[in-house]
C-alpha cells in the first residue's frame, strides 16, 4: 500500500494508503483543495525514497508557491512535466507526447516504486472526443500498472459534462469527490470515497480541513 | 400625522438592500474560510471587501455615512468602491487565468494591473486634494484651474477601469471551461446593470414626478444586491446538505431492509 501522506485518510482507507499498483481519481470544483492531496501524496513518496512525478499544465513556480502555501516543505522536489519551469515540456495540445514523456520516465525509474500525480486529465478532456480519451488513458493506466507505480489524477467538476466524468470514473481504481456543501448558514467542506479497489465500500462523508501543518479528515455525522 | 409614502419606500428598499449585502458579505467569508486554493480564497476574500465598498455606497449616497468632506464626490463610499473594484477583477482575473488551461492573459490586464492601480490611487488622491484646496469647484465656481481639472479625474478613472475591467472579465470568463465562472461574470453583469439604472432610472422620472424617480431608482441598488449575491453564491459549486442527508438516510435505510430481507 501507498501513503497518501494524510494519516487520517490513511486511516481512513485501512491504515494503509492508496492500494499498490492503482490509479486514484479526485474530483471536485477548482480551489477546493484537491490539489493538496496531490502534494501531501508526492511529498510522502519523496520522503519514502520513491520516484515521483509531477505532471502538470500549471508552471512549476505557481505549484511550489501553492504547496508553501500550505505548509508543504519544497526541499526535495518531484520531476517535472510541465508548462513552463522543466526540462520536459507539458504540451497540452500534443496528448502523444505527453504519455511519451510520462511512459519514458517510468521506465527509466522501474526499479523503484513510482507515484505520478497529474492534472492534466481535465484539459485534455476538454481538448479531445471522450472517446480518444477514454482509451488514450486506459493505456496509459495498464502501462502504469506493468510497474510499481501509482497514480494520482485531478479532475474539475463543473467543467465537463457529467456522463464524461462518469466514463472516465470507470476507468481509474479508486475515485474521491469532494464539494462544498451550504449547512445553514455555514459552508462545509466534504468528501467522499466513492470507490477504493481492495477495501469494502465507505459510506458516509468526511470533513476535511487545510491548515500549515497538514490535512485533517474527520467522519461527518451530526 | 401624514406618511411619506416614497420615503418609507425608499428606506424599505435600503433595507432590503443593506440585508441582503450583508449576508452576501458573510458568505464571501465563508466561502474564503472554507476554499483551500489561495487564488480561490483571496477572490472571495476580495469579493467580500467589495461587498463592503457596495455597503457603504448605498448607505452614503442616501446620506447615512458620515461625509470624508463636505462634498458628494469625495465621500467614503464613493472611494472605497474606486479603489476596491480594480483589486476585486483583479482577484477574478487571477482566478480565470487560473482556471484557462492555457492561462492566458486577457487584454494584457496581468501585465498593465500594477499601472492601473497607480493609475487609480493617483486620481483618488488629485481629487482629495483638488477638493481639499478649493471645495468650490463642485459648485463649478472655483478660480483654480488645476482644481477645478484635478476633481472630475477619479470619476472618469473608475469608468474606464470599470469598462477595461469588466471586458477582461468577460473574455476570461469565455476562455475558461468553468461554468461557475461564467455564472460569476453573468451575475455581476446584471448587478451592473442594478447599478446603472440605480444611478441614471431617476433622472427622467423625477423630471415629470419630481421625488418618484429617486424612491424607484432605490430598486435598482436592490436588483443589485440581489445579483451581487448570486454572483457570490456562484464562487463555487454548493450542495445541499440537507438533500445529502437524506439521500445518505434513504441509502442506508436501503441497505437495512435489503439486509432484513
Redesign the interface.
Known amino acids: 500500500m501507498v501513503s497518501t501522506g494524510v494519516p487520517s485518510l490513511d486511516h481512513i482507507l485501512g491504515d494503509d494508503g492508496y492500494p499498490d499498483r492503482s490509479s486514484v481519481l479526485v474530483v471536485g470544483p477548482p480551489g477546493i483543495g484537491k490539489e493538496v492531496l496531490g502534494y501531501w501524496f508526492v511529498r510522502s513518496g519523496l520522503i519514502q525514497g520513491d520516484y515521483c512525478l509531477f505532471t502538470t499544465h500549471r508552471p512549476v513556480s505557481d505549484i511550489l508557491r501553492d504547496m508553501k502555501g500550505v505548509g508543504i516543505s519544497t526541499e526535495r522536489v518531484p520531476e517535472w512535466i510541465s508548462s513552463s519551469g522543466s526540462t520536459v515540456r507539458c504540451d497540452l495540445k500534443d496528448a502523444t507526447s505527453i504519455s511519451f514523456n510520462m511512459k519514458e520516465a517510468v521506465h527509466k525509474n522501474r526499479d523503484r516504486r513510482v507515484r505520478i500525480a497529474t492534472d492534466i486529465l481535465s484539459p485534455l478532456l476538454v481538448l479531445n472526443p471522450l472517446e480518444s480519451m477514454y482509451s488514450y488513458w486506459s493505456q496509459l493506466l495498464s502501462d502504469f500498472k506493468q510497474q510499481d507505480a501509482v497514480l494520482f489524477a485531478l479532475a474539475e467538476d463543473g467543467m465537463h459534462p457529467q456522463n464524461t466524468l462518469t466514463t472516465m470514473e470507470q476507468l481509474f481504481d479508486g475515485v474521491i469527490e469532494m464539494k462544498l456543501y451550504e449547512d445553514g448558514l455555514a459552508i462545509t467542506p466534504l468528501f467522499r470515497v466513492k470507490k477504493m479497489v481492495g477495501i469494502p465500500p465507505l459510506h458516509g462523508y468526511f470533513r476535511f480541513s487545510v491548515t500549515s501543518t497538514g490535512m485533517e479528515v474527520v467522519p461527518h455525522g451530526r | 400625522m401624514a406618511v411619506d409614502y416614497l420615503d418609507l419606500f425608499t428606506l424599505l428598499a435600503i433595507l432590503v438592500a443593506g440585508l441582503i449585502l450583508a449576508f452576501s458579505f ?2 464571501a467569508i ?2 474564503g ?9 483571496s477572490r472571495a476574500e476580495w469579493t467580500a471587501i467589495f461587498l463592503v465598498a457596495a455597503v457603504f455606497l448605498l448607505l452614503d449616497s442616501n446620506g447615512l455615512v458620515p461625509y470624508l468632506s463636505s462634498v458628494d464626490y469625495a465621500n467614503t463610499g464613493f472611494v472605497l468602491i474606486t479603489v476596491a473594484l480594480p483589486l476585486f477583477v483583479n482577484s477574478n482575473l487571477r ?1 480565470a487565468r ?2 484557462d ?3 492566458r492573459d486577457a487584454l494584457h490586464w496581468r501585465s498593465l494591473w500594477r499601472a492601473t492601480m497607480i493609475v487609480v490611487l493617483c486620481s483618488v488622491a488629485i481629487s482629495g486634494v483638488s477638493i481639499a484646496y478649493s471645495p468650490e469647484v463642485l459648485a463649478g465656481t472655483s478660480s483654480v484651474w488645476w482644481a477645478n481639472a484635478g476633481y472630475p479625474v477619479s470619476f472618469f478613472v473608475l469608468i474606464i477601469v470599470s469598462i477595461y475591467g469588466g471586458v477582461s472579465l468577460t473574455v476570461a470568463a469565455r476562455r475558461t ?4 465562472m461564467r455564472k460569476f461574470v453573468r451575475m455581476l453583469g446584471f448587478a451592473l446593470l442594478g447599478l446603472f439604472l440605480y444611478f441614471t432610472v431617476w433622472i427622467p422620472i423625477d423630471y415629470f414626478a419630481p421625488g418618484v424617480g429617486d424612491a424607484l431608482s432605490e430598486l435598482g441598488f436592490v436588483m443589485a444586491a440581489y445579483y451581487l449575491y448570486r454572483a457570490v453564491m456562484s464562487l ?6 440537507e438533500k ?2 437524506k439521500s ?1 438516510t434513504l ?2 435505510t436501503a ?1 437495512v431492509s435489503e439486509a432484513s430481507t
Not at chain 2, 33 to 41: D, E, I, N, Q
Not at chain 2, 177 to 180: P, V
Not at chain 2, 236 to 241: I, T
Request: hydrophobic fraction near 35%; avoid cysteine.
Open positions: 458573510y458568505r465563508e466561502f474560510r472554507v476554499l483551500v486554493a489561495g487564488t480561490y480564497k482566478t487560473e482556471a488551461f492555457f492561462h471551461q468553468d461554468q461557475t463555487s459549486p454548493l450542495g445541499k446538505m445529502l442527508e445518505t441509502g442506508s441497505i
